[in-house]
T-cell receptor
Framework: NAGVMQNPRHLVRRRGQEARLRCSPMKGHSHVYWYRQLPEEGLKFMVY????????ESGMPKERFSAEFPKEGPSILRIQQVVRGDSAAYFCASSRAGDLGYEQYFGPGTRLTVT | AQSVTQLDSHVSVSEGTPVLLRCNYSSSYSPSLFWYVQHPNKGLQLLLK??????LVKGINGFEAEFKKSETSFHLTKPSAHMSDAAEYFC????????????FGTGTQLKVEL
């Protein structure tokens, strides 16, 4: 049973380019969460999605960031016109349900470097 | 609103001695609490979780934590540290009314010396 998969594992972008991060949840999981970890900090919640729905995007920056979880295919976190401050590790997690206490399984992360 | 405070950013122990990583939480609702471990350049692994059942929770690799409501604490312990325990540890809270989004502490870096 494959775990949560994220790709790419490492991504280098120049300022102004777009970054697309992909997350495939564990089999049987329909809830996806994205978190960002800045250097020397803990993870910060960004967005919570179910298939075709954004449930909570309270942690997403208002501009340049968007997320989707289509009916088919992986969840995508998209960052337009990247800036140096976007350099971070982005982790995706999935769970079987969105209820309190359901364990979230984390992927290995995508490390984004903006040059 | 919910938050966690990890009281030590770095902890250093000798191999074979006990480990104590401290965590205090704040939550407006009944919380679920977790400890996750992150090894260098790796993802996060769940060590253990508390979800309003037994207050003493046993996890993987010999770790355990005790939920103390009166002290709003959820400290992580292990009787005897092993070199492979060196990693970063995150105390995490999730609360009813907050969806299932996790709020992470800032992490405690555990160093294990010979």
């Amino acid at each position: 049973n494959a775990g949560v998969m994220q790709n790419p594992r490492h991504l280098v972008r120049r300022r102004g380019q777009e970054a697309r991060l992909r997350c495939s949840p564990m089999k049987g999981h329909s809830h996806v969460y994205w978190y960002r970890q800045l250097p020397e900090e803990g993870l910060k919640f960004m967005v919570y999605l179910q298939k075709e729905n954004i449930i909570d995007e309270s942690g997403m920056p208002k501009e340049r960031f968007s997320a989707e979880f289509p009916k088919e295919g992986p969840s995508i976190l998209r960052i337009q016109q990247v800036v140096r401050g976007d350099s971070a590790a982005y982790f995706c997690a999935s769970s079987r349900a969105g209820d309190l206490g359901y364990e979230q399984y984390f992927g290995p992360g995508t490390r984004l470097t903006v040059t | 609103a919910q938050s966690v405070t990890q009281l030590d950013s770095h902890v250093s122990v000798s191999e074979g001695t006990p480990v104590l990583l401290r965590c205090n939480y704040s939550s407006s609702y009944s919380p679920s609490l977790f400890w996750y471990v992150q090894h260098p350049n790796k993802g996060l692994q769940l060590l253990l979780k508390y979800t309003s059942a037994a207050t003493l929770v046993k996890g993987i690799n010999g770790f355990e934590a005790e939920f103390k409501k009166s002290e709003t604490s959820f400290h992580l312990t292990k009787p005897s540290a092993h070199m492979s325990d060196a990693a970063e540890y995150f105390c995490v809270v999730s609360a009813t009314g907050g969806g299932n989004k996790l709020t992470f502490g800032t992490g405690t870096q555990l160093k294990v010396e010979l």
